[in-house]
């Protein structure tokens, strides 16, 4: 009789000890798992686009802060980009356009930074929208010919992507990065 409760405590014991560990190799799976394949938020407009590549900005760049919608020097609090309406740039037709937005330096006169988040009305306006932003990098070119290699160096890097009825255009540092984000949050 020993031998059989012996058995049967060992037996439940193995038992308790699977279900558990299961349990917590499962919890650990998951775990990896959303390190591995993170799910982001998926945004359907382009001000929400802009606002998560602006927190990437502001978080990848110590002298930024992200308040309000704006890019702001983190010491001063002055703004240090401008957030503008992308039909107010030559290039684009605003019958093609859902919304759009362009975030430019304050003061630009060496600094060719240029991010531009827009919604195309559909397919063949996003075309369009994408030969504008091709103009957009050309004026860049002819802007800053003569400017140091820094500059000439960020507008050859630069990102230009197209998901859906959705487009970035990022003349930046880290273009790669930001098209990573807009990638990540457009339907």
Known sequence: MKKIMTGLSVLVLVVLVGFFSHNWIDEQAKKVDEKLHPKYEK????????????????ESSPELSYIDGELVDAELGLPHFEVMDI?????????DIVDGYVVRPVVGVENPKLLIVTQ???????ARVREGLNKVKSDQYEQFTEADMWTRHLIDT????RQGNFLIYAT????KELVKVFQRHVQ
């Open 158 to 161: 630069n990102e230009t992507e």
């Open 87 to 95: 039909t107010e740039i030559e290039h684009f037709d605003a019958e």
């Open 43 to 58: 945004i359907e407009d382009a001000q929400g686009i802009l606002d998560k590549v602006l927190e990437h900005i502001a």
């Open 120 to 126: 195309a009305v559909n397919k063949e306006a996003s």
């Open 172 to 175: 930046w540092n880290d273009a």
